[in-house]
Nanobody
Framework: QVRLVESGGDLVQAGGSLRLSCAAS????????MGWYRQAPGKQRELVAT???????NYADSVKGRFTVSRDNAENTVNLQMNSLKPEDTAVYYC?????????????WGRGTQVTVSS
């Protein structure tokens, strides 16, 4: 099992910045991908950014150039630096980790942290 705990969500004005952090514990040795997803009220959960254990990143088009995902493999943390925030970034942000167990991949989710961007 892998436990994920997010932190850093807050209320911020448009144009502001926030930094989200996610700490993983448990069977972290075989986590290959970590990342962030978000879910706004009435909408489906969507990918924000992911990063592999090798450092390869992937971003949603809506956040490219504004958000940066980073990872500390030694500390088992993944961070999301969010700049130039917009009201449409308002959502619950979830941390996700994918662990490889043989030929099977297991997904783990945190409980989420609320980000609210006021106009």
């Amino acid at each position: 099992q892998v436990r994920l705990v997010e932190s850093g969500g807050d209320l911020v004005q448009a144009g502001g910045s926030l930094r989200l952090s996610c700490a993983a514990s448990g069977r972290v040795f075989s986590i290959n991908v970590m990342g962030w997803y978000r879910q706004a009220p009435g909408k489906q959960r969507e990918l924000v950014a992911t990063i592999t254990d090798g450092g390869s990143t992937n971003y949603a088009d809506s956040v490219k150039g504004r958000f940066t995902v980073s990872r500390d493999n030694a500390e088992n943390t993944v961070n999301l630096q969010m700049n130039s925030l917009k009201p449409e970034d308002t959502a619950v942000y979830y941390c996700k980790a994918t662990r490889r167990g043989g030929s099977i991949e297991y997904d783990y989710w945190g409980r989420g942290t609320q980000v609210t961007v006021s106009s």
